[in-house]
């Protein structure tokens, strides 16, 4: 009969079943199990009840629940070969934050040669399966299990298969945010698929983010205030040393007219946060700036306000926009 082996440094080590179903979270397909047990004692396991064979050609080494990562492992290998956990679902599994998972699909990506392949009954779990024909094995997380897109392909692939522009935003926002991907690594995943839903709305959030827009009420401010109502284009995310020596940043400034606007989120509801900020504006005061602060809702709803507040203070320093 026929064993499996492990790569351990240089050399091939063989693995037990046990070994196998310890690794792949007790959960492989019928190839795999047939290369450590005969056709006869494989069916005996599942007719007995020790073992559960959910779909054709899937095996759980149990017969309880799923837990939530065999949920995962068996998706993978109902989608077929070649499929790969992708979108949210992979960039959760390498640490992204912030966005409700309970309610939401296993997003799956599968090589568009295999679109039209026949496959067993729909699991019970719901699945959002995209195609891909840009899928190739450096796609492939190469230390993650189950199979998984790297972390950029997954972020950029999240945010072109959310259901709205303001999410595909948020996802890029917040993968830099996390430091979980460079903007450049980013860019260079969008590149590379010419066919990519939300493509221009992606390759202009990265620029806004490359251009300083680190949060989601700043690219809200730079898309619907400064571009919508054509104001002068200010410096952003600014580097000032305050009175004592700390280092702050300034969501945007026109030095010329010696104007900082500051963009307050759903941070700055907290009491240090929001005495902090009072104190680098009483700052920036005695420095002799000019601080107009605006909360990020009246940023996305009231945009036409803002930019009117910021367009007279420019003119009330000598400046024509």
């Not at 759980?60 to 109902?78: C, D, F, M, N």
């Amino acid at each position: 009969m026929a064993h499996g082996v492990v790569m351990t440094g240089q050399y091939e080590s063989p693995i037990t079943l046990d070994d196998l179903l310890a690794w792949q979270d007790g959960v492989l397909d019928t190839r795999s199990a047939l290369a450590y047990l005969t056709p006869a004692a494989l069916r005996w396991r599942l007719q007995s009840g020790r073992w559960q064979q959910p779909y054709r050609g899937v095996i759980v080494a149990h017969s309880g629940p799923l837990t939530p990562q065999q949920t995962l492992r068996v998706a993978v290998l109902w989608a077929g070969k070649g499929a790969a956990l992708a979108g949210l679902t992979a960039a959760r599994l390498q640490g992204f934050r912030g966005f409700d998972e309970k309610a939401d699909s296993i997003h799956l990506l599968i090589p568009a040669a295999a679109h039209h392949t026949k496959r067993s009954i729909q699991p019970p779990f719901p699945l959002a399966v995209h195609y891909s024909r840009h899928l190739a094995p450096a796609d492939i997380h190469p230390a993650r299990q189950p199979p998984q897109t790297r972390i950029a392909r997954s972020l950029v692939d999240a945010a072109a298969w959310m259901r709205t522009d303001r999410g595909a935003q948020a996802v890029l926002t917040a993968a830099v945010q996390q430091r979980l991907a460079r903007v450049s690594d980013l860019a260079a995943e969008l590149e590379r698929n010419e066919r990519l839903y939300r493509r221009n709305v992606i390759r202009q959030t990265l620029g806004d983010i490359a251009g300083g827009a680190h949060a989601l009420s700043e690219l809200d401010f730079t898309r619907l205030v400064v571009r919508q109502f054509k104001l002068p284009a200010p410096d952003r995310q600014v580097p000032l040393r305050d009175a004592h020596g700390r280092r702050r940043w300034l969501d945007a400034v026109w030095e010329k007219a010696r104007l900082v606007v500051e963009i307050d989120g759903a941070g700055h509801i907290d009491v240090r946060t929001y005495w902090d900020d009072m104190d680098r504006g009483n700052g920036l005061q005695l420095e002799h700036y000019r601080v107009l602060r605006f909360p990020a809702w009246v940023v996305r709803y009231q945009p036409e306000y803002v930019a009117a507040q910021i367009r007279q203070a420019i003119r009330e320093a000598g400046y024509s926009c």
